[in-house]
């Protein structure tokens, strides 16, 4: 049977929606089942053997839904394979070196032994929500900075781990 994925996340303007559908689908692409949905709506994680969250970065912290999604579930978490990913810097730098994760995010990933996190670049785009998205995008400071390719090669890593772990099972 394959394994089951839970690709939660926290976003405001849809961009880490984004990453998280194209973690899913190159996990479905290497035979696993995953669901994706915002860390708000989920109820329960129990269904899943493994699960993915996502959160957007602002001002140096993760998105508040992706941090309560965490903090509700972090039992059923630390009994499952569990990955973290982050989405924010307006700028190549994700694409160009390893950024750590912020502190909250370094945290759980202690508390909940984490498997891994890895940072991508972030998109804000015209028409984004909130009064410092508009004001960065007036300054020309937006753009999408996600490298889809690093992406996929992260969730493949993800998808080769999980394979592996069902077949030594």
Do not use: Q
Not at 127 to 152: N, T, V, W, Y
Request: proline share 5%; net charge positive.
């Amino acid at each position: 049977m394959p394994e089951s994925v839970l690709v939660a996340y926290g976003t405001t303007n849809g961009s880490t929606a984004e990453i998280a559908e194209t973690v899913a689908g190159v996990l479905r692409k290497e035979g696993l089942v995953a669901d994706t949905a915002p860390a708000a709506t989920v109820t329960d994680v129990t269904p899943y053997d493994a699960v993915v969250v996502g959160g957007g970065l602002y001002a140096g912290r993760w998105h508040k839904d992706a941090r309560r999604f965490l903090r509700r579930y972090r039992r059923d978490l630390a009994r499952r394979p569990l990955w973290l990913f982050s989405s924010g810097p307006l700028d190549a730098s994700a694409s160009e070196k390893d950024i750590p994760p912020v502190p909250g995010v370094r945290r759980a990933m202690t508390r909940l032994d984490a498997r891994g996190h890895v940072t991508f670049g972030g998109c804000l785009r015209e028409g984004a929500k909130g009064r410092i998205a508009r004001m960065i995008i007036r300054s020309g400071k937006g753009g999408d900075f996600r490298d889809f390719p690093e992406i996929e090669a992260w969730a493949a890593r993800i998808a080769d781990e999980l394979v592996t772990r069902t077949r030594t099972s």
